[in-house]
């Protein structure tokens, strides 16, 4: 069975560009949440998606923002990229919508801003 | 607001035992998860302790106490793979996210 996939791997992107990273969870998980970590710290939450729907929603700028697609599937997007974005971007999914269950991560997306 | 701390860094010894401690305070507390992550890789699941007491699966032994705001990850028979980064992490009050701890490095040695 494949676990969540992220895309793209390593991405490189000048400040004040938009990116747009991509998860698809394990299958038959219908929760999937957005992560970032930044060297030597532990993942910070950025946002929920359950069943389509925003959940929750971590301390991140507007210039963030998610969606969730029908197949479960989700994409995180940046606007307006700094320096300071540069971070690992995880993706973790979970069978149902709360956050006492196991979560599966990813294997992130490298994001550099140049 | 909501907070995990954690030791920086553990070193030990191959076949040793190793705990690494985790104080909390958050609010509408619903259990306490363990992660491990190698570098640059995902992290991983090791336990979840929802009530007191102690949790075993296999080397991994995972202890909390609700009264202390207070749980420990214990790992015996260590081995040269297990070196890497444990997080803690406790659930938000909505029960929609992990709050994770900054980590604790262990480094094993021979």
């Known amino acids: 069975d494949a676990g969540v996939t992220q895309s793209p791997t390593h991405l490189i992107k000048t400040r004040g560009q938009h990116v747009t990273l991509r998860c698809s969870p394990i299958s038959g998980h219908k929760s999937v949440s957005w992560y970032q970590q930044v060297l030597g710290q532990g993942p910070q939450f950025i946002f929920q998606?359950?069943?389509?729907?925003?959940?929750g929603r971590g301390n991140f700028p507007d210039r963030f923002s998610a969606r969730q697609f029908p197949n479960y599937s989700s994409e995180l997007n940046v606007n307006a990229l700094l320096l300071g974005d540069s971070a690992l971007y995880l993706c973790a999914s979970r069978f149902t919508g709360t956050a006492n269950t196991e979560a599966f991560f990813g294997q992130g997306t490298r994001l550099t801003v140049v | 607001g909501q907070s995990l701390e954690q030791p920086s860094e553990v070193t030990a010894v191959e076949g040793a035992i190793v705990q690494m401690n985790c104080t909390y305070q958050?609010?509408?507390?619903?259990?306490l998860s363990w992660y491990q992550q190698h570098d640059g890789g995902a992290p991983t699941f090791l336990s979840y302790?929802?009530?007191?007491g102690l949790e075993e699966t296999g080397r991994f032994s995972s202890f909390l106490s609700r009264s202390d705001s207070y749980g420990y990850l214990l790992l015996q028979e260590l081995q040269m793979k297990d070196s890497a980064s444990y997080f803690c992490?406790?659930?938000?009050?909505?029960?929609?996210?992990?709050?994770f701890g900054k980590g604790t490095t262990l480094s094993v040695s021979s």
């Open positions: 958050t609010s509408g507390f619903y259990g």
């Open positions: 998606y359950y069943e389509k729907e925003e959940r």
């Open positions: 992490a406790a659930s938000n009050q909505a029960g929609t996210a992990l709050i």
């Open positions: 302790n929802a009530l007191d």
